[in-house]
């Protein structure tokens, strides 16, 4: 992984394209050049990224997870893993309410 990025002008090591480019020095020897990248293969590579993302996700249960995620507030509504709260699946009814002599 590398700590800087510098600019430079020079031939791109991935498509040797001449131009502005960024050096990622990689922190080995001061002798060897990190590899100097230009804009479109940067971009390329980000997509290569997001390709090998899709993958490592879709192989590992665990990684369908969005962990840095931020939790939303408890909201009033009930959660889904709460138990049932409501009267007795056997007591209820018909949908549609009995009419209420207090109500009308
Ligand atoms: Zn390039």
New binding site residues.
Partial sequence: MFEQITIERGH?T????YGL?VSLPLGGHPQLDGPL??E??LRASVKAADVLRVLRVAKSPKGKRTPNKTRKPASEAPRSTEPYRGPSKHEVGSLVPAADPELS
């Fill in positions: 791109c991935l498509c040797n394209a480019a990248v230009c479109r293969c």
